[in-house]
């Protein structure tokens, strides 16, 4: 089988991500956006502003959906990049069971070394340092000085092969490599690859996890799409792109997080039966109609309706005279409300938890201000939007318990208003 390129150029690009093949049709155009977590300071309101082509677009060869243009890794994560893992109180108990179910099912001995990419403030590797794990994380930005603070050693750099050497030379082979909510977000895939092959032990594992195509489909979660997800992962092609490596997908299973993922897992041995869950998914993703054209042209319906429903309800309560507001601002608040137009005339602010690394910025493109959300309980505005609408149930519980008395809405899959 021979292998395509894998380290994606940067710009527009006409060929798929794995297997190289042209033709690629169209799945749903979101207009030219600007990155998600380029929030702006004041300063910055005042300058121009930066946006790139946003379009999904599918394979019919190998089913691989992706993005049709890459931007430059350095440009996305830049080093104040604001994201943090582990404020958020689903993900870090996520993170957690994730360590915990990957030592129990590989057996990992203790003192084995496991290293994270993209690994943030070092959330994931907690959980593997308190089983007795060697731990370093590589994470490009400076969210790493946090890791190292708290004490997780933290390679700052983008993994790749030459990475992976040194890590070698350094601390040997790692039993367990993890890259969750991250291995669709790198260009140099190939680089990134082959530096998994340089640095896992012979019996070793690779688990990444990734938001799930199945569940953007079905649960119409185009806000999920933004400029660091540069594919959307099924199984079919995953087993493609390791195989040009000699790499074998063993097992996946779908996990909950960030609104439905897939957790797989990757080794060495390149005739590896793959378990019964892992054919099961197969079937399940062409029973339901992944690799064919027909669901995905429902979806970009589906989400034209979605964007005129929350439109139009942001319109009444303009001209009902009462405040309609956001609450949280992951990436997909970006490309939700810079794909539905909802300006600062329909939303004034996005409330966010008081440590975020958000606030006192500005929602790239449509210059909301991010508030502390303390705000909500004395103003008690009519309308509370949860644009982190995958996580609305703790959510609500929290504001809920906390005196907020808004009616909450929910944008996706479809509008719901929610009153008690």
């Known amino acids: 089988m021979q292998k395509p390129n894998h380290d994606i150029p940067f710009g527009h690009i006409e060929e798929c ?14 207009g030219h956006q600007p990155l998600c977590d380029s929030l702006l300071t004041t300063p910055q309101l005042n300058e121009p502003e930066v946006s790139y082509p946003l379009a999904l677009v599918r394979c019919p060869q190998c089913s691989l959906v992706q993005l049709d243009y890459v931007v430059p890794g350095d440009v996305v994560y830049y080093p104040d990049y604001p994201y943090r893992t582990g404020i958020t109180r689903e993900l870090f108990n996520h993170h957690q069971r994730l360590s915990v179910d990957v ?26 340092a308190r089983q007795g794990m060697r731990v370093l994380g590589v994470e490009p930005t400076n969210i790493a000085q946090i890791a190292v603070e708290d004490g997780i050693d933290t390679v ?12 070698v030379k350094q601390h040997g082979k790692a039993k367990v490599i993890t890259a969750t909510n991250m291995f669709a977000h790198i260009a140099n895939l190939g680089d990134m690859i082959r530096g998994i092959e340089v640095l896992l032990d012979d019996d070793g594992v690779f688990v990444l996890e990734n938001h799930y195509l199945m569940d953007i489909v079905g649960g119409l979660q185009f806000d999920s799409i933004y400029h660091e997800h540069l594919r959307s992962y099924s ?28 957790r797989v897992y990757v080794v060495r041995d390149k005739i590896a039966r793959p378990t019964q869950g892992l054919v099961n998914m197969i079937a399940e993703e062409r029973d339901f109609g992944l690799y064919d054209a027909d669901v995905y042209n429902e979806f970009r319906s589906r989400a034209l309706k979605a964007k005129r429903n929350l439109y139009n309800l942001a319109l009444e309560a303009e001209s009902s005279g009462v405040r ?19 300006g600062c005339d329909l939303m004034p602010y996005i409330a966010e938890q008081p440590t975020s690394l958000k606030l006192g910025r500005y ?4 210059h909301q201000p991010v508030v502390n959300n303390s705000i909500l309980f004395s103003e008690q505005p009519e309308y509370v939007v949860l644009l982190a609408w995958h996580y609305w149930e703790p959510i609500r519980a929290d504001l809920r318990k906390r005196g907020l008395k808004s009616k909450f809405v929910l944008p996706l899959p479809e509008l719901r208003i929610i009153e008690d």
């Open 235 to 262: 199984i079919k092609p995953l087993v493609q792109l390791f195989g040009y490596y000699g790499l074998s997908v063993v097992d996946a299973h779908r996990v909950a997080s960030y609104g439905g993922s897939v």
């Open 363 to 366: 929602l790239p493109g449509l």
């Open 103 to 128: 030592v129990e099912r590989h057996k990992t001995p203790v003192d084995s070394l496991v290293v994270d990419i993209g690994s943030n403030d070092g959330t994931l590797l907690k959980g593997f």
């Open 324 to 342: 309609f507001v956001g609450n949280s601002c992951p990436g997909r608040a970006s490309t939700l409300l810079n794909y539905v137009g909802l």
């Open 156 to 167: 700052q750099d983008f993994f790749g092969e030459s990475v992976a050497e040194e890590i």
């Open 17 to 30: 991500q794995i297997c190289g093949a042209k033709g690629l049709e169209p799945v749903i155009n979101l």
